[in-house]
């Protein structure tokens, strides 16, 4: 039975034993391991957990996991420096809850592993759920044969790669982002939600399943096997050799109704006090696609040149989206995906203008694909 003196200090402890890096030290007696007197040894953080019974670990700091972790929580305080890592090392984590750390290197053991508001860099085999992580950059690759849960996840770098393997079931819900799926040799692999740049590399086998939700889809021309079924709202790019696809999505079933007109440039400039039409749609009992757009302005020193789209609402046109070009970011031909978050437009009155805050005029140049139906 535990003394009065054993129930006190762990009290101290606060059912929680504290790692840092930084200012920690060795040892596994009291007040090692609380708030006030961190370790800093990971093996002596496990024998004091076994020692009061605890599972909960708060870390501050690198560190690499050099024992097996199984059913244990780590809790960080959502780091900024990308050095503070928690590596996995191909330790056996299963049942374990990692939250608000920065996470690497390989998941060892056959169970499954949480991740809760983690930043993922380099991680490898993952096998688990993960809820509003980032992607940060390095390796990510899922587990052969596993059971993988992503949900509400998008990546901080330009794109993430995830190695797809052949997961039993890997789900991917509700991802914003520019992703890359390579190697996928078998299993299941669905994307619900999917918002973004989507492409699709060196897959041999296994199914992918696609919910699109304004995506621009490529299948490279290395995809030689697999199937690949495509829904919802999305342009896809079809290289692929010997992969099966089937594009259910609505740009698709536009196609066959549309007539495609020649590329339009555009050589056109931004005033201030007034706006000029990068396109305007609207002729009577005509509707039309939008299938491309890309602008670039030249530098507008201290002004903004805002790019604004107007669909109908009420059967009113209504400015719906804007987007801004300014001194930081005018060197860029800039899609539709860039400016407005969607692969495409199409409807019965559609226009994009440009418009200056002041000073100019400035040249906006680029140019637009569209097709239209009577």
Do not use: W
Request: proline share 2%; glycine share 12%; charged share 20%.
């Amino acid at each position: 039975m535990e003394d009065e003196v054993g129930r006190l200090n762990r009290i101290d402890y606060g059912d929680m034993i504290y790692f840092d890096a930084d200012r920690g030290i060795a040892g596994t007696t009291y007040p090692i391991g609380t708030a006030g007197m961190p370790s800093d040894v990971i093996a002596d953080v496990i024998t004091i957990c076994a020692a009061l019974g605890l599972d909960q670990i708060h870390v501050h700091g690198s560190l690499t996991l050099g024992a097996s972790m199984e059913h244990y929580n780590f809790h960080g305080d959502e780091h900024e420096d990308i050095t503070d890592q928690l590596d996995l090392n191909g330790q056996d984590v299963d049942g374990s809850h990692i939250s608000e750390l920065i996470v690497t290197g390989a998941q060892g053991g056959t169970g499954l592993l949480t991740l809760i508001r983690c930043v993922v860099n380099a991680l490898t085999v993952f096998n688990g759920r993960m809820e509003n992580c980032r992607f940060y950059g390095g390796a990510f690759s899922f587990k052969d044969a596993g059971n993988i849960d992503i949900d509400d996840c998008e990546n901080i770098i330009s794109v993430a790669t995830i190695t797809v393997q052949a997961p039993t079931l890997a789900s991917i819900k509700q991802y914003a982002g520019n992703l890359i799926l390579t190697l996928q040799d078998g299993g299941v692999c669905r994307l619900e939600g999917f918002k973004g740049s989507l492409e699709i590399d060196e897959m041999t086998g296994g199914t992918l399943n696609v919910y699109a939700n304004g995506a621009d889809i490529t299948i490279n021309a290395d995809c030689s096997g697999g199937t690949i079924n495509i829904y919802g709202n999305a342009r896809v790019t079809d290289n692929s050799g010997a992969t099966v696809v089937n594009d259910y999505t609505k740009e698709t079933q536009l196609d066959s109704l549309f007539q495609e007109q020649p590329d339009t440039a555009v050589n056109i400039t931004a005033i201030a006090g007034g706006e000029t039409d990068v396109f305007d749609l609207n002729v009577a009992n005509t509707r039309y696609i939008v299938r491309n757009l890309r602008l670039k302005c030249v530098d507008p020193g201290v002004d903004t040149v805002t790019v604004r789209l107007r669909e109908l609402i009420n059967d009113v046109s209504t400015i719906v989206s804007t987007f801004d070009i300014t001194t930081a970011n005018f060197g860029t031909y800039y899609t539709l995906m860039d400016m407005f978050g969607i692969p495409y437009l199409a409807g019965d009155d559609l226009q994009v203008t440009v418009r200056a805050s002041g000073g100019g005029p400035y040249a906006v140049t680029g140019q637009y694909s569209h097709g239209l139906t009577t």
